[in-house]
């Protein structure tokens, strides 16, 4: 089993036939380095496995482990823990196969193969859609106080707000009880 920790580049050039692991750590540095990244420190551990064969690779990728991100609630960081698998074939060819996002055509010239873009899609595929804190006590209270004195201003903001709709109701009620 080989560690990289700083690198996610397989060689496939020298890579024998046959299955080949490869442990990553994925680090703040990895998320640091991605100016549009939602994620903003983590450490996640990565399993590769590698499966070389005549025309094409076999990439399994299992991961798990925990990244920050901000509270959709309140807006504070907090620990989101995470866990995923994929698989992903690299295959011999000249022309891009779009219709299968699971195959990626690389040519007899590449001597090796970046992951790190790979990596960090699927570490984002992973995330769940509402990022909030697992309770919400957890949460920054006073910016839930304020979002909680803000919507209650706002409440009865719109129902001093003279609606056109209410009006017209009322003066068609007032010409009835007339």
Known sequence: MKN?????TIPLAGLPFGHT???????????????YSEVKK???????????????FILTMNFGGKVVLQCD????????AIEGSAEIYLKYGADKNDEDEDVIIITK???DFDLSDLIYEYIILS?????????????????LAKLHNYSQIEAVAEEDEENPWKQ???????KIDK
Do not use: A
């Open 4 to 8: 990289e920790e700083h690198t996610f």
């Open 42 to 56: 983590g450490v996640v551990n990565l399993h590769l496995g590698v499966e070389k064969m005549e025309t094409m």
């Open 127 to 143: 995330l769940p859609i509402h990022r909030t804190h697992d309770d919400e006590s957890l949460c920054n209270q006073e910016v």
């Open 73 to 80: 609630r309140c807006g504070d960081d907090y620990e989101q």
């Open 109 to 111: 010239n590449d001597s």
């Open 168 to 174: 017209m109701m009322k003066d068609l009620k007032d």
């Open 21 to 35: 692991d490869y442990q990553y750590v994925i680090n703040d540095s990895f998320f640091e380095d991605r100016d």
